[in-house]
């Protein structure tokens, strides 16, 4: 992430090319992370052909033919790199017994262990509630549908990141599409929400508004495994610190953002769903605290009924999906405004200094 930020491509694709291979989760990053490198190489093959124009005074045709050399040898190094990553990582096991390279991919890959492991928060447990779609489907069309659900829950993003391919539009996008990632894609861990609260927890200001309900409720969405492998203490102490902070942060640093207007102008459907967050945070806030400490409280003290003895479980994940869901849906809004606001696109990616540079600087 924060090579590419810097321009550094090929330390970045060597990095990510390890992560993809020591797990698929890394898949969650990677639309959002070939379509930028591509776009942003683009764009920097536009600033040669208008630093050529300028100093050499050459003829259009020139400059086009050395910016489309730039875009094939930036992309072909790229492109070689990747191959040779990836030929070093699994010559060994192609090398090897025969069938262990099979073994080794079905380990990143471990298609074979179901659409979702146990219950976690995303689309598929959730429509589970009312359709049965691992009886109706057979392993290949749930392959095939996730896979296809994924790719249109990211086309918004990847279609910001071609219009405004700057550093916020890389980190909103990776968070968008990787929740993409975790609702739709298949063989998905209830630990996996901490792939798209990576990118979202950079994003402080932006995501100001329902900023302490995610990562509380993506915290909350993984008790029952942290309470399996004995950790009930560890997470009681992050949700009272994710709490304590959010307070805090509530009553100052949050006001002072909202002095001046951040919200677009205009009565449109994006200008109203930005306002009436802006404007409920405090209530959102508040429920957020009050429903999860009424959760604990009740599923301290309560039993469950016989027959329906997962509730707790049950109403944790539909929750926390809700949750998710209606967050990624004013996320994609937030960078849709974002993308269309004509003088933050006019911002650069970061220098090697970590300050944001302006575009005619």
């Known amino acids: 992430m924060i090579c590419v930020l810097h321009r550094h491509y090929?330390?970045?694709?060597?990095?990510?090319?390890?992560?993809?291979?020591?797990?698929?989760?890394?898949?969650?990053?990677?639309?959002?992370?070939?379509?930028?490198?591509?776009?942003?190489?683009?764009?920097?093959?536009?600033?040669v052909y208008k630093s050529f124009m300028v100093k050499e005074n050459e003829s259009r045709i020139a400059a086009k033919v050395l910016r489309y050399l730039y875009c094939v040898f930036k992309i072909g190094c790229l492109v070689i790199v990747t191959v040779g990553v990836n030929v070093a990582l699994w010559l060994p096991y192609v090398m090897s017994e025969k069938g262990t390279w099979k073994l080794v991919l079905q380990r990143i890959f471990p298609v074979h262990r179901g659409l979702y492991e146990d219950k976690v928060a995303n689309f598929w447990c959730f429509i589970n509630n009312f359709v049965k779609v691992r009886s109706i489907l057979s392993q290949r069309s749930l392959t095939l549908t996730s896979a296809g659900l994924t790719i249109l829950g990211a086309l918004p993003s990847v279609v910001m990141i071609f219009r405004c391919p700057n550093a916020r539009t890389f980190l909103m996008s990776m968070f968008n599409i990787s929740m993409s990632f975790f609702f739709f894609s298949y063989m998905v861990h209830e630990k996996s929400i901490l792939l798209p609260l990576l990118p979202f927890s950079l994003l402080l200001y932006t995501y100001r508004h329902v900023y302490t309900t995610v990562m509380l409720f993506g915290l909350f969405s993984n008790f029952f495994l942290l309470r399996r492998d004995g950790c009930p203490v560890p997470y009681f102490a992050v949700m009272l610190i994710y709490g304590f902070v959010g307070y805090f942060y509530e009553r100052s640093y949050i006001r002072n953002f909202d002095k001046s207007p951040a919200e677009p102008a205009g009565t449109s459907i994006f200008a109203w769903i930005i306002k009436l967050v802006k404007d409920s945070h405090r209530w959102i806030t508040i429920g957020t605290v009050g429903f999860l400490t009424i959760f604990h409280i009740a599923e301290a003290i309560v039993s469950p009924p016989k027959r329906l003895p997962d509730i707790f479980l049950v109403l944790n994940v539909n929750v926390s999906f809700v949750v998710f869901a209606a967050v990624w849906v004013y996320s994609n809004v937030l960078l849709y405004v974002h993308a269309s606001t004509s003088d933050v696109c006019d911002t650069d990616l970061i220098d090697d200094s970590g300050r944001a540079k302006a575009k005619n600087a």
């Open 10 to 47: 090929t330390t970045a694709t060597v990095l990510y090319c390890l992560a993809l291979n020591f797990k698929q989760m890394s898949l969650y990053y990677s639309i959002c992370f070939f379509f930028f490198v591509v776009v942003s190489i683009a764009k920097d093959s536009a600033d």
